[in-house]
């Protein structure tokens, strides 16, 4: 259900994950792990597979507490880069979200192109200031 990068995993607190379409109750044409609010799925669908999400990608971790920090955009072709440092559905376009905002979590959705997920550790003592 989830990939993960063992680069990205040597950086603590960070939880990190791209899904596959397994491991969902969607059903028909949002089949099977959708996470998409906004395509036509039920919500009570979308929801759970978030928690599930949520659940396989950090372990111990409430996917309700992680729904509601979520942050994304309304993605389209463009190179806007958004920052973002509170939850919620922002109300622009943009294709990156960056945030520095603990506890705040960005997603994107894609179909046709790659994801990317850049991360920098704090240093030790200056949590304001990255390697």
């Avoid at 996470?35 to 009570?44: A, K, M, S």
């Avoid at 550790?121 to 990255?130: I, N, S, V, Y």
């Amino acid at each position: 259900m989830i990939v993960t990068s063992p680069l990205l995993a040597g950086i603590g607190n960070l939880y990190h994950g791209f899904s596959t379409r397994l491991g969902g109750v969607s059903e028909g044409a949002y089949a099977t792990l959708n996470l998409g609010e906004q395509v036509g799925d039920l919500p009570e669908a979308v929801r759970e597979n978030r928690r599930r999400f949520v659940a396989a990608l950090a372990p111990g971790v409430s996917g309700v507490v992680l729904h509601l920090a979520l942050a994304e955009a309304n993605q389209v072709h463009g190179t806007r880069i958004l920052e973002v440092s509170e939850p919620g559905m922002a109300d622009a376009d943009a294709d990156a979200l960056v945030t520095a905002t603990p506890r705040v979590a960005v997603a994107v959705r894609t179909a046709d192109c790659a994801p990317l997920l850049l991360a920098a550790q704090a240093r030790p003592g200056r949590p304001g200031d990255l390697w």
